[in-house]
């Protein structure tokens, strides 16, 4: 699902220096009122920046590789339409092959973003974007590799370099598509990319000296490594949270459909709060296995958070809405754990919501619950009916295999000992008799 651009407040009134290489001199602002008074300014946003990230920004861009066109033109063999592995609102991905600098090095696998030709806002997120990922550095974020700038007379070219992520994103994973070639994630691994997720949505949130809210939290931008770990990917609407006494900064409405937090949509009024709501759309995601919006399904269950609300969690209803494909879920608690949680997440009013720290508590809670309950038989849900009656059915069966082959073997027995009696008797001796059961 693409993202929308809703401008409610100003438009940008800067221009965009699009030959820009990234230095924090770029000016590129998008609206940034806060509340309280005037402006504010932004670290992301702006060239007049919060005093000790710039220094921070300019050291870490020289770990940054700034590429020439040419080095990825070769590495993804001129742009070719069978190394295209995904397309987004900002331009195509690529899975790109980097030359070694040594000669008995291995090519380097990576993905490359190549912004659509000519957009400014285009430019701004993919800024914003290398401002983040020069910057911030945790286990649950995409790695940023380098980027490429290049204005010629056929416009802008915007490109970023990535660290290749081999298991694509959280929603080639949910969502049963035909293509998917994966099999359904169980329960716990669920789990597990959903505490990954909610840690770098805290380190966003907490971990830096300024705030990040991320905006734009759905599965196709958690990526998953080859251990099915999660990365946060596209910080390109990324925006520094409120400082000092600020409650929320007011900006143009940017993010997902089905995704953004009701009040942002409505006021503009941005906090953390808002990346926690996304959070909580997108775990009921993973228990249910549906998208948020599915315009292909009846109209009642349609929008996700409108269908689940037939299913509470303390009800006998409740497991009805867990995925079909979700056959290994050990206890339910754990699931009617991360529903409360989700439920939480989905607060109306953004301050009762948790932080994601709070979240993550949670979710280790509930990951607790559930390895407990794959150690401790007693812990385990009681089965489903059908299940339960399958099962007897089989042990039935089964029996019933038993019997008729010791049935059987004994009669075969009785009469080979009649025929053996018989033959001794004639030949005077006993043999042994080997018999294939
Ligand atoms: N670093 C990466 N490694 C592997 N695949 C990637 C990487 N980055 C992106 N992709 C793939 O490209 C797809 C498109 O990504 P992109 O972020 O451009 O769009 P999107 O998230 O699907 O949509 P939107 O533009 O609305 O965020 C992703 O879903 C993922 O499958
Ligand atoms: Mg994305």
């Known amino acids: 699902m693409k993202c929308f651009w809703c401008y409610k407040q100003k438009k940008p009134t800067n221009s965009i220096n699009s030959s ?55 590495a993804t063999n001129n742009f070719s339409r069978l190394l295209k592995i995904g397309e987004g609102g900002f331009g195509s991905v690529y899975k790109g092959f980097l030359l070694p600098t040594k000669p008995k090095d291995r090519k380097t696998v990576v993905a490359i973003k190549m912004l659509n030709h000519n957009s400014q806002q285009g430019h701004k997120e993919w800024l914003a974007e290398v401002k983040i990922l020069s910057v911030l550095e945790h286990p649950n974020l995409v790695k940023l590799i380098g980027y490429c700038a290049v204005d010629g007379e056929r416009g802008i070219q915007r490109l970023l370099v990535y660290e290749y992520m081999t298991n694509k994103s959280l929603e080639h994973h949910l969502f049963n598509k035909p293509s998917s070639v994966f099999p359904p994630l169980p329960w716990i691994t669920r789990l597990q990319i959903a505490l990954g997720a909610a840690k770098g949505l805290d380190y966003l949130h907490h971990g830096f000296e300024a705030q990040i809210i991320y905006r734009d939290y759905k599965p196709s ?35 997902t459909r089905g995704y953004a937090a009701p009040e942002y949509v409505e006021t503009g009024h941005l906090t ?42 303390g009800t006998k209803r409740f497991h009805m809405i867990l995925d079909p494909r979700l056959r290994n879920p050990c206890s339910i608690d754990s699931v ?102």
């Open 221 to 255: 931008n958690v990526l998953l490594d080859e251990h099915l770990m999660p990365k946060l990917s596209d910080f390109g609407l990324a925006r520094e949270g409120p400082f000092g006494d600020r409650t929320h900064v007011t900006t143009a409405v940017v993010g």
């Open 272 to 313: 953390s709060k808002s990346d926690v709501w996304s959070f909580g759309v997108v775990l009921f995601e993973i228990i249910t296995g549906r998208a948020s919006i599915e315009p292909n399904r009846p109209k009642t269950e349609q929008k996700l958070l409108e269908w689940i609300k037939k299913f509470p969690v």
């Open 336 to 437: 009617r754990m991360v529903a409360t949680l989700a439920n939480r997440c989905l607060l109306k009013n953004p301050k009762d919501r948790p932080t994601m720290t709070a979240v993550i508590d949670s979710l280790e809670n509930a990951i607790i619950q559930e390895q407990a309950c794959h150690t401790d038989p007693k812990l385990q849900q009681p089965k489903k009916e059908e299940e339960k009656k399958e099962e007897e059915e089989k042990e039935e069966e089964e029996k019933e295999e038993d019997v008729g082959i010791t049935e059987s073997f004994k009669r075969r027995m009785v009469l080979l000992a009649k025929m053996g009696d018989k033959h001794n008797r004639r030949k005077g001796k006993f043999q042994t008799m080997h018999v294939s059961i």
């Open 20 to 74: 820009a290489p990234p230095t924090i001199e770029s000016g590129t602002e998008v609206s940034t009122e806060t509340v309280a008074s005037g402006k504010q300014s932004s670290w992301l946003t702006s060239s007049s920046s919060s005093p000790s990230i710039p220094g921070i920004y300019e050291e870490r861009l020289r770990n940054l590789k700034e590429f020439d066109l040419s080095e990825l033109k070769t």
